[in-house]
């Protein structure tokens, strides 16, 4: 099976580097290689460390790098470990990391990976199906629904959380709900009649979402990759994230804030980049998209740079 892979923000991404002729990269999201491939692309000096957890989507990327050899080094595992994995592969030290938190057009195409409330396919939406840890289904089908709005309101923002919850209850009363197919349904019918009429986008959308990062903890693994990423970053180094909704922009901000104010760098860009109308329009995924940057390098904090409550040393 084929995937249209479109890297986002990629220019933007590349233009905020700014990094040494002999730069270390960790590509945290591999994914399919589309940001590894540019990377060592751009310099025949640079180096791309690669982590993904996805077995799939890293032998793609495997085989679509090959022809860039020893520059280019795959590590199976989660960017919430990215530390740990480095230092197992003897890099102590790099000077940029990337992290793309969109979910690959291969994972929502493939309707047997459960992601994609478009495609029917056992409810599942575990990016490591083999790490053990709860599917979509045995969350749906398991718990109460009071904690199942409590994932559809935090995680997704769905307005109609308790009346879909409720919906999803009174189903697996009748039978277990183990089809992303079998979801929808469910969830239409929690969703008010003249609101169904009225919706621009697909009903199940943000419950998908809600879902699938609840089966990842994916704002877990972003809070924890994030201080993994700083801590393996030489400094003049730079993290640079790529967000897709608002739960996640605000973690990466509210960070890039405290370090900041800490003395331990800068966000740079100052302010998040955003996609042009050409992009969107070339790729819609790229829509939510935002791009912020820190930039590693000791300074006084906030507190200790003022004399006094309003002056500056």
């Given at each position: 099976?084929?995937?249209?892979?479109?890297?986002?923000l990629?220019?933007?991404?590349?233009?905020?580097?700014?990094?040494?002729?002999?730069?270390?990269?960790?590509?945290?999201?591999?994914?399919?290689?589309?940001?590894?491939?540019?990377?060592?692309?751009?310099?025949?000096?640079?180096?791309?460390?690669?982590?993904?957890?996805?077995?799939?989507?890293?032998?793609?990327a495997?085989?679509?790098?090959?022809?860039?050899?020893?520059?280019?080094?795959?590590?199976?595992?989660?960017?919430?470990?990215?530390?740990?994995?480095?230092?197992?592969?003897?890099?102590?030290?790099?000077?940029?990391?990337?992290?793309?938190?969109?979910?690959?057009?291969?994972?929502?195409?493939?309707?047997?990976r459960?992601?994609?409330?478009?495609?029917?396919?056992?409810?599942?939406?575990?990016?490591?199906?083999?790490?053990?840890?709860?599917?979509?289904?045995?969350?749906?089908?398991?718990?109460?629904?009071?904690?199942?709005?409590?994932?559809?309101?935090?995680?997704?923002?769905?307005?109609?959380?308790?009346?879909?919850?409720?919906?999803?209850?009174?189903?697996?009363?009748?039978?277990?709900?183990?089809?992303?197919?079998?979801?929808?349904?469910?969830?239409?019918?929690?969703?008010?009649?003249?609101?169904?009429?009225?919706?621009?986008g697909?009903?199940?959308?943000?419950?998908?979402?809600?879902?699938?990062?609840?089966?990842?903890?994916?704002?877990?693994?972003?809070?924890?990759?994030?201080?993994?990423?700083?801590?393996?970053?030489?400094?003049?180094?730079?993290l640079?994230?790529?967000?897709?909704?608002?739960?996640?922009?605000?973690?990466?901000?509210?960070?890039?804030?405290?370090?900041?104010?800490?003395?331990?760098?800068?966000?740079?860009?100052?302010?998040?980049?955003?996609?042009?109308?050409?992009?969107?329009?070339?790729?819609?995924?790229s829509?939510?998209?935002?791009?912020?940057?820190?930039?590693?390098?000791?300074?006084p904090?906030?507190?200790?740079?003022?004399?006094?409550?309003?002056?500056?040393?």
């Amino acid at each position: 099976m084929g995937f249209e892979h479109i890297p986002v923000l990629l220019t933007k991404v590349i233009e905020c580097m700014d990094l040494k002729a002999d730069a270390l990269i960790v590509d945290g999201t591999l994914g399919l290689g589309g940001y590894s491939e540019a990377f060592l692309k751009r310099s025949s000096r640079w180096r791309v460390v690669g982590i993904d957890r996805d077995e799939q989507a890293r032998d793609i990327a495997c085989r679509r790098l090959a022809p860039f050899g020893e520059r280019f080094l795959a590590l199976d595992g989660d960017f919430r470990n990215m530390k740990e994995l480095c230092v197992s592969a003897g890099i102590c030290t790099v000077d940029c990391v990337v992290l793309d938190l969109g979910v690959s057009n291969m994972q929502l195409a493939d309707g047997r990976r459960g992601f994609s409330f478009r495609e029917d396919g056992p409810l599942d939406m575990r990016m490591d199906p083999a790490a053990g840890t709860l599917s979509a289904a045995e969350l749906v089908n398991g718990i109460s629904r009071e904690a199942l709005t409590d994932i559809f309101r935090k995680y997704g923002e769905e307005r109609f959380a308790w009346s879909i919850a409720g919906e999803i209850v009174k189903e697996r009363l009748k039978r277990p709900i183990t089809t992303t197919a079998g979801l929808v349904e469910v969830i239409r019918r929690g969703i008010p009649a003249p609101v169904m009429r009225k919706m621009n986008g697909h009903p199940a959308r943000k419950v998908f979402q809600a879902l699938r990062i609840a089966v990842n903890d994916e704002l877990g693994a972003l809070e924890q990759g994030l201080n993994e990423a700083f801590s393996l970053l030489a400094q003049g180094g730079r993290l640079l994230v790529v967000t897709y909704h608002s739960l996640e922009d605000r973690i990466v901000k509210r960070r890039f804030k405290e370090w900041s104010e800490e003395g331990k760098g800068v966000p740079e860009p100052r302010k998040g980049q955003v996609p042009d109308d050409e992009e969107i329009e070339r790729n819609p995924k790229s829509r939510s998209a935002r791009l912020r940057g820190f930039f590693k390098k000791d300074m006084p904090s906030k507190a200790e740079g003022r004399i006094g409550p309003w002056r500056k040393v």
